[in-house]
Nanobody
Framework: QVQVVESGGGLVQAGGSLRLSCAVP????????MGWYRQAAGKQRELVAI???????NYGDSVKGRFTISRDNAKNTVYLQMNSLKPEDTAVYYC?????????WGQGTQVTVSS
């Protein structure tokens, strides 16, 4: 069974920063696209950012210019640096990894931005 292990998140004031990390233990050859999605209360899950193992990135419109996704292929780990956080960034953030064995989700980590 593929594990997706998230860390980071928490409570921060508007304008602050947080960093999320997500690791997929195992062979780096089996992990493809990794990324982050979020779901706010009463809303659908939406794309935050994704990154391929070649380093190509894609961001949701609402986070462009504020969030940066990066990746360490040797560690099968993806990072999400979140700057200039806004109250509307409050959500549960889910890590996603596509591997040889399928599509895998983490358990989610709460990010709360106070105004």
């Amino acid at each position: 069974q593929v594990q997706v292990v998230e860390s980071g998140g928490g409570l921060v004031q508007a304008g602050g920063s947080l960093r999320l990390s997500c690791a997929v233990p195992g062979s780096s050859e089996s992990v493809g696209v990794m990324g982050w999605y979020r779901q706010a209360a009463g809303k659908q899950r939406e794309l935050v950012a994704i990154i391929t193992n070649g380093g190509t990135t894609n961001y949701g419109d609402s986070v462009k210019g504020r969030f940066t996704i990066s990746r360490d292929n040797a560690k099968n780990t993806v990072y999400l640096q979140m700057n200039s956080l806004k109250p509307e960034d409050t959500a549960v953030y889910y890590c996603n990894a596509i591997t040889t064995w399928g599509n895998h989700w983490g358990q989610g980590t709460q990010v709360t931005v106070s105004s």
